[in-house]
């Protein structure tokens, strides 16, 4: 057997640490001490109403509000890049606390210098009515987001009222729900009431869910994915290019046509034109990309609200994922509230009957409205609430520039 030099063999030893160390970091499966601190779940969304005669009343104070600061000069900004955390004092901290307490975020009192516990608080205050992670503690998107001119929330508090206002009259039917694509979440509504919220899944920056009003009409239980053109022309058939067994793994199968007789992948050329002529259809189940349930809401823009096999998403604070349709936390929950008691379907027997392989369509007592709508401002008990303009519709407010729609995922194909 070869013999190494013991020195060698510590080097080589230190190396092989390191590269394991860095390939585990990568992956997840660092130790504890060696791993990144754990994120913080975002909150659960809020059961006040985003759209009320209460909502714009608080939206208009709010505009009065910030345009009082921007007459009195505006806030201060924090210098090139920076990390402020508890402990720290420098001056920094002192331009820190005078934002935040013309914000509301801080009372007045404490060290001026100083990053105490108050400001940490503030800090974290802040960062959740702004959709961001609250660990209190300021770099990065946080100090960008600080950085934002008066001015600029001015007019997104303006445009967001407007929006409201244009809102109000599309939401007198009893029962209805608003999907947030700006907050990544849901809120159903009955008497003026919310009954029920969830989080969701909305379009990547390329693939922006619309700003829509329509009618779920049934709810789909172990639907079947119908690949559309533009997805299977983007995604799926580059996919398969790069990967010959994919189709296979995805349980998608490949027809002639809508309707038509099913095509042997192996004997496509799948670099010829004559692969974007196919039609692909993705069997039901659990690996499905629409999940165990779909909400059938016919509308020009071709897009829905399902389940997702892809959960862990819902863990993210900034949640623009899919291709434009939008992905259910709380389904089950939604679907009961949708059906309203039809039939005696609950969540476990909805639960059930997807557990049990039962394909079925269930239509609800009435057509129920639903509105993606797009709020990157709203106001709820006096707390003025902010969210990335990650559609870029604010005409030219803030961005925070986190291109979260370019992290890797599991599934190349998705809606």
Known sequence: MRQIHSRNLGKAR???AAILAACAL?????APAEAQRQRIPP????????ISPAGMAEMSNAIASYRSIAQAGGWPALPGRVTLKLGDSDANVATLRRQLQMTGDLRSGGNSYVFDDALEAAVKRYQLRNGVEPNGIVYGITQRILNVPVETRVRQLELN???MQQLMPKLSAPRFVLM????????AIAGGRVELTSR????????PTPTISASIQAVNLLPYWHVPQSIARAALIPAVRKDPAYLYKEHIRVFSSFGGEEIDPALVNWWGPEA?????RQDFGPHNALGTMRFDMPNKEIVYMHDTPMKTLFDQHERAFSAGCVRVKNYLALAEWVLAGQNGWTQDALASAIAGGQRATLKPPAAVPVHF???TAWSENGVVQFRNDLYNRDEGAFDGGEQVSSAPMTMSVAP
Do not use: H, M
Not at 43 to 50: L, M, T
């Open 26 to 30: 990568a992956l997840g499966l660092a």
């Open 276 to 280: 974007e002529r196919y039609v692909f």
């Open 161 to 163: 009222l407007g929006r």
């Open 200 to 207: 969701t899944v909305a379009g990547k920056r390329a693939t």
């Open 180 to 187: 947030n694509s700006a907050s990544f979440e849901l809120q």
């Open 373 to 375: 709508v797009y709020l």
């Open 14 to 16: 230190i190396g092989a």
């Open 43 to 50: 909150p659960e969304p809020s059961s006040i109403a985003w």
